[in-house]
Structure formats: structure tokens, C-alpha cells
T-cell receptor
Framework: GENVEQHPSTLSVQEGDSAVIKCTYS??????FPWYKQELGKRPQLIID?????GEKKDQRIAVTLNKTAKHFSLHITETQPEDSAVYFC???????????????FGKGTHLIIQP | DAGITQSPRHKVTETGTPVTLRCHQT?????MYWYRQDPGHGLRLIHY???????DKGEVSDGYSVSRSKTEDFLLTLESATSSQTSVYFC??????????????FGEGSRLTVL
């Protein structure tokens, strides 16, 4: 099955600096790669996603890059702000055997700390 | 936020007792999922459903069962709770609409403590 590795587990950056979180996946059939942000005590929420036919996608201060050959993708946050402090999860799509269902395998998360 | 609610939000129970968590959606999405979240492990899939009465196992399904008798409800049951099942449980829904995997919308989570 799919295995998603995420690094680092904790990342501390100064406010205003950039943050980069990296993930690798194992299943070459994966074609969808979302990133979720989870604030303390809250539910995970999608912040950006990318499909395998695209190499890069940007939304304001957030960008995701995908290298299908190397099977890795990264989240880039520029001009970090205090509200960016949270746990970030990467994920890769997986095809389940039941009913042709699609799902996601998640990385273990990165705790991003923005230092004032 | 997508119309998805979980109940109960918090529960404390004793080892050996049965527990049922409920996930209710108002989005008419086809797919529903139960994940557990533990420190250092991220989100791990317990069971999923791809239609009424259609369910299958995820990667950590031992000790859990599920049922889906209506599109809107997906129940997770711990027949005999153990301390290792202390966790935060998230329900999620999605509706890929023929585009392959789509966004997962998560419920607020249910924190279960087994003493």
C-alpha cells in the first residue's frame, strides 16, 4: 500500500521567514496530493492541493510543488505569520479495493512554530 | 464548513465496555471514513464506506466495526473498548464526482478515553 513520509516533524521559523515541509510517497499510481492544516483542538482543513498533471500550484503565500519522477512534493509558506502556527499534514491518494473508492494516506504531520 | 457532525464529542469509558460513535452528514456524499489520530502517528484509516451497507477495512481496523444503514449516517463501534483505543476519532466525507480522489471534509472529532 501507499506509504507517505513527512519531514521535519517539528519546524520552528522566525515570523516573516519561509517554511518548507517535504513529503515522499511510494505508490506511483497516486495522482492527488493535498495538504491539511490542523490548529490546536480543531479539525484538519484543506489548504492547498495538487494533481499529478501539474508541477506547481500557488495560492497567495502558500505553494505546493510536485516531482512525480522522484515521488516527492513540498509545501512552501512565505512571509510566515503567527496564525500559520499549526500542524500540517501531507497526503497522497490511494485506491481502495472496496467499490473503487478513493482515499488518502497521510503523513505523520509537521508541527510548525512561528517565533515572534 | 461541510455539514458533518460527530457525537459524542467527548466520552470517558471503562475497559471492556462497548462504545459507538456517530457521524452524520447532510451533504449526500457517497464516501465516508473513520480515522483515528494519535501523537506521532498522524491520521490512520480505520474503516470506510462507499455506499449504504458497503464498507471495508482500513489499515487499523482490528477491534472496530462499522455500519452504514443510511447515506447520512456512519457508525463506528468498539465492541469491547481497550486502553489502546484511547484516541481522537475523526469522521470524514468526500464526493469525488468522477474526478478521482477529492477533498476530504472532516468532522470536529470525538475524543475517547478508555480507563
Amino acid at each position: 500500500g501507499e506509504n507517505v513520509e513527512q519531514h521535519p516533524s517539528t519546524l520552528s521559523v522566525q515570523e516573516g521567514d519561509s517554511a518548507v515541509i517535504k513529503c515522499t510517497y511510494s505508490d506511483s499510481a497516486s495522482n492527488y496530493f493535498p495538504w491539511y492544516k490542523q490548529e490546536l483542538g480543531k479539525r484538519p482543513q484543506l489548504i492547498i492541493d495538487i494533481r499529478s498533471n501539474v508541477g506547481e500550484k500557488k495560492d497567495q503565500r502558500i505553494a505546493v510543488t510536485l516531482n512525480k519522477t522522484a515521488k516527492h512534493f513540498s509545501l512552501h509558506i512565505t512571509e510566515t505569520q503567527p496564525e500559520d502556527s499549526a500542524v500540517y499534514f501531507c497526503a497522497a491518494s490511494i485506491k481502495y479495493s472496496g467499490g473503487g473508492a478513493d482515499g488518502l494516506t497521510f503523513g505523520k504531520g509537521t508541527h510548525l512554530i512561528i517565533q515572534p | 464548513d461541510a455539514g458533518i457532525t460527530q457525537s459524542p464529542r467527548h466520552k470517558v469509558t471503562e475497559t471492556g465496555t462497548p462504545v459507538t460513535l456517530r457521524c452524520h452528514q447532510t451533504e449526500n456524499h457517497r464516501y465516508m471514513y473513520w480515522y483515528r489520530q494519535d501523537p506521532g502517528h498522524g491520521l490512520r484509516l480505520i474503516h470506510y464506506s462507499y455506499g449504504v451497507k458497503d464498507t471495508d477495512k482500513g489499515e487499523v481496523s482490528d477491534g472496530y466495526s462499522v455500519s452504514r444503514s443510511k447515506t447520512e449516517d456512519f457508525l463506528l463501534t468498539l465492541e469491547s473498548a481497550t486502553s489502546s483505543q484511547t484516541s481522537v476519532y475523526f469522521c470524514a466525507i468526500s464526493d469525488a464526482k468522477g474526478e478521482g480522489t477529492g477533498e476530504l471534509f472532516f468532522g470536529e472529532g470525538s475524543r475517547l478515553t478508555v480507563l
